[in-house]
């Protein structure tokens, strides 16, 4: 009895502490909510009220404008108890505690920013009525910027996948141990296709492009460093749209999308308790990847399309062992003609996403590649350069390594951003990217 008397204690208790945060949270969401709806009219009829002479087109001004820094009000009143709620439940503080930290000071200057803005704007629009219309349209303007900009940019984290329908399948399976190169085409085909449309992936890929430029001549020289071929530089396109910070489901990280076990073994170093993740430099990231493929090339028989592949998937050292087994040759065709095998064991509702993760890579790294060479030859022809060189890092903080090479801080941060200790602090072994021009001899 004492035992069940605790248990209803102890949940009552619980129940009256959440019912009180619940309850707030709730009249929050719903103060809001009412306020976003009706705040134009409650806005119109005051202004109407003090002042029965106001412009037409002024309080018009108001029932437009005003609910935008009312926005920035909201998104603060509500983050603060939604990110309490989230560290208290959801998310370990030891874990993520940058992550809170951000997202808190995030959340506090938006409400200090809607509240500013609220203010100053209604005092400049009651000094200046007649500049209304100027600030209306300004302001039109920059919000129209502002979401299509972002916009863009969740859109950039969305992983593109290759639609097959069922014709498509059946087509892959019958075809696949009787010509496999031409079921590869196939599917690079299709990828060219939606890298070519305006309406699909063709934006993603020109925004990649745009964002590769400040690096790929250095990342093409590290490949090439490493004996690689330097168009295949060019596979962060296909892991990440060329995004430094990407992570997959699976907790892939950077350019390269990375495991944390992968990039160990490849030469990457991860410590996560000093925030410091080399995945999350491109630089660093094309080192780790460059390794990881010589390893791949040299043990799939020198076949790239096969280390491509072995690259995204753990097929191919299934197929390696029965290849090995049987004493067949390693390639890219028997690795084909073996999936087809693997297919036909597979439900068919499982085979669309076995063709995706098996078979599907380097057909998409092999579109990306033609359609650079045809579409983008000025970029795609752009010659190894190295523009930033790879360092040890010889002191524990970004600020001392800052004053070593005279590199303002920030700057030396933006090259960095795997580096994300708020203390700059490094952890043993760590590397850096300087720019090659800021070193005396012998590295200049």
Same mark, same amino acid.
């Given at each position: 009895m004492k035992v069940m008397q605790r248990i209803g204690e102890n949940l009552d208790n619980l129940v009256r502490k959440y019912w009180k945060e619940e309850v707030s949270l709730a009249l929050f969401i719903g103060g809001t909510l009412i306020g976003e709806k009706y705040m134009p009219n409650i806005t119109y009829h005051i202004y109407d009220y003090l002042d029965p002479d106001l412009p037409e087109q002024f309080a018009q001004f108001f029932y437009d404008v005003i609910p935008w820094p009312v926005r920035f009000v909201e998104t603060g009143v509500l983050g603060a108890p939604l990110l309490r709620q989230l560290k208290k439940r959801l998310i370990p503080e030891e874990r993520y505690p940058n992550l809170l930290y951000r997202a808190a000071s995030i959340s506090k200057r938006w409400f200090k920013t809607g509240l500013v803005a609220g203010a100053l704007g209604t005092t400049l629009i009651a000094a200046y009525p007649h500049a209304a219309p100027v600030v209306k349209k300004f302001a039109v303007t920059k919000y129209g910027e502002l979401k299509s900009g972002l916009q863009q940019y969740v859109e950039g984290f969305i992983k593109p996948e290759l639609k097959l329908d069922e014709t498509d399948i059946n087509a892959v399976i019958k075809n696949l141990g009787k010509n496999p190169g031409e079921v590869a085409k196939y599917l690079q085909n299709k990828w060219v296709r939606k890298y070519s449309d305006p309406k699909d992936l063709k934006p993603n890929l020109e925004r990649a492009i745009e964002r590769s430029k400040p690096e790929i001549t250095t990342i093409?020289?590290?490949?090439?460093?490493?004996?690689?071929?330097?168009?295949?530089?060019?596979?962060?396109?296909?892991? *990440?749209?060329?995004?430094?910070?990407?992570?997959?489901?699976?907790?892939?990280?950077?350019?390269?999308?990375?495991?944390?076990?992968?990039?160990?073994? *490849?030469?990457?170093?991860?410590?996560?308790?000093?925030?410091?993740?080399?995945?999350?430099?491109?630089?660093? *990231?094309?080192?780790?990847?460059?390794?990881?493929?010589?390893?791949?090339?040299?043990?799939?028989?020198?076949?790239?399309?096969?280390?491509?592949?072995?690259?995204? *998937?753990?097929?191919?050292?299934?197929?390696?062992?029965?290849?090995?087994?049987?004493?067949?040759?390693?390639?890219?065709?028997?690795?084909?003609?073996?999936?087809?095998?693997?297919?036909?064991?597979?439900?068919?509702?499982?085979?669309?996403?076995?063709?995706?993760?098996?078979?599907?890579?380097?057909?998409?790294?092999?579109?990306?590649?033609?359609?650079?060479?045809?579409?983008?030859?000025?970029?795609?022809?752009?010659?190894?350069?190295?523009?930033?060189?790879?360092?040890?890092?010889?002191?524990?903080?970004?600020?001392?390594?800052?004053?070593?090479?005279?590199?303002?801080?920030?700057?030396?941060?933006?090259?960095?951003?795997?580096?994300?200790?708020?203390?700059?602090?490094?952890?043993?072994?760590?590397?850096?990217?300087?720019?090659?021009?800021?070193?005396?001899?012998?590295?200049?």
């Open positions: 093409k020289t590290i490949f090439k460093k490493y004996g690689i071929p330097e168009e295949i530089a060019f596979l962060a396109i296909t892991e *990440s749209h060329w995004r430094w910070n990407a992570e997959s489901p699976m907790k892939a990280r950077g350019l390269y999308q990375f495991i944390v076990l992968t990039a160990k073994k *490849s030469g990457c170093n991860v410590d996560l308790k000093l925030n410091y993740d080399e995945r999350l430099n491109g630089f660093l *990231s094309a080192d780790c990847a460059a390794r990881h493929l010589r390893y791949l090339h040299r043990t799939f028989n020198s076949d790239w399309n096969l280390a491509l592949a072995t690259y995204n *998937s753990g097929m191919p050292w299934r197929y390696k062992a029965q290849a090995e087994q049987k004493g067949e040759e390693i390639s890219y065709q028997g690795y084909l003609r073996f999936l087809s095998q693997e297919l036909k064991k597979i439900k068919s509702k499982e085979r669309l996403g076995f063709i995706k993760e098996n078979l599907n890579y380097p057909p998409h790294y092999n579109a990306i590649v033609q359609l650079l060479k045809t579409r983008y030859p000025p970029y795609f022809k752009r010659k190894a350069k190295e523009e930033f060189v790879i360092l040890k890092a010889r002191y524990p903080t970004l600020n001392d390594l800052s004053r070593h090479y005279d590199i303002p801080l920030n700057d030396l941060r933006k090259l960095n951003p795997h580096i994300r200790d708020r203390l700059g602090r490094l952890p043993r072994g760590a590397r850096i990217v300087v720019p090659k021009h800021t070193l005396p001899q012998p590295y200049a």
